[in-house]
């Protein structure tokens, strides 16, 4: 039973334009969402996070929506560098487990120069 | 540069073999967690701890267990490695408080299990 699902295994796109990473979620419990980026051989690194009363967190070239009634979060990057190829993976949490995560099954970015 | 340290990039075992997976963190954090990574399966939850000699099972604890003597380490045990265990592990730390879900991993090891 997937709580957190990222339902497109790979994405490419050119350099300079807009990446759309999507996940939805099915436990309407989650109040907290967080991005993660991994590059091959190392672990996940933060990138940005967003609480469910908001529906928008911006930092610098990250942007995550979070669209509560569809239970649809979003990270968009502009614009992508080659730098931004990763696995992109989306978690979520819920007050009654805190500090515990679920992660839905990850992306790959490959951003073409 | 604080840090989450797994002892091994790389392990190769045997069947049936115990096997000790080792983390430290130099954070002081109070929760550690045990992940494991598979190619279209995501981070799956193996085991965490709140606090020193507590533990709590995650969403995949068969076949594991784990040990918190110090605030600072948290062990992964394969009591007896099967085939299936052969994956990417990760640990993470993390402070308390929903403010701080922001979990900080180490490496990775990758176990293959022969």
């Known amino acids: 039973d997937q709580q957190v699902k990222q339902n497109s295994p790979s994405l490419s796109v050119q350099e300079g334009r807009i990446s759309i990473l999507n996940c939805d979620y099915t436990?309407?419990?989650?109040?907290?969402f967080l991005w993660y980026k991994k590059y091959p051989a190392e672990g996940p690194t933060f990138l940005i996070s967003?609480?469910?009363?908001?529906d928008k967190n911006e930092d610098g070239r990250f942007t995550v929506f979070l669209n509560k009634s569809a239970k649809h979060l979003s990270l968009h990057i502009v614009p992508s560098q080659p730098g931004d190829s990763a696995v992109y993976f989306c978690a979520a949490s819920a007050p009654s487990n805190t500090g515990k995560l679920i992660f839905g099954q990850g992306t790959t970015l490959q951003v073409k120069p | 540069d604080v840090k989450v340290t797994q002892s091994s990039r790389y392990l190769v075992k045997r069947t049936g073999e115990k096997v000790f997976l080792e983390c430290v963190q130099d954070?002081?954090?109070?929760?550690m967690f045990w992940y494991r990574q598979d190619p279209g399966l995501g981070l799956r939850l193996i085991y965490f701890?709140?606090?020193?000699?507590?533990?709590e099972k995650g969403d995949i604890p068969e076949g594991y267990s784990v040990s918190r003597e110090k605030k600072e380490r948290f062990s992964l045990i394969l009591e007896s490695a099967s085939t299936n265990q052969t994956s990417m592990y990760l640990c993470?730390?993390?402070?308390?408080?929903?403010?701080?879900?922001?979990?900080?991993f180490g490496s990775g090891t990758q176990l293959s299990v022969l």
């Open positions: 436990n309407s419990m989650f109040d907290y």
């Open positions: 701890s709140y606090d020193v000699k507590m533990k």
């Open positions: 993470a730390s993390s402070s308390p408080g929903r403010i701080n879900e922001k979990l900080l």
């Open positions: 967003i609480s469910s009363i908001k």
């Open positions: 954070m002081d954090h109070e929760n």
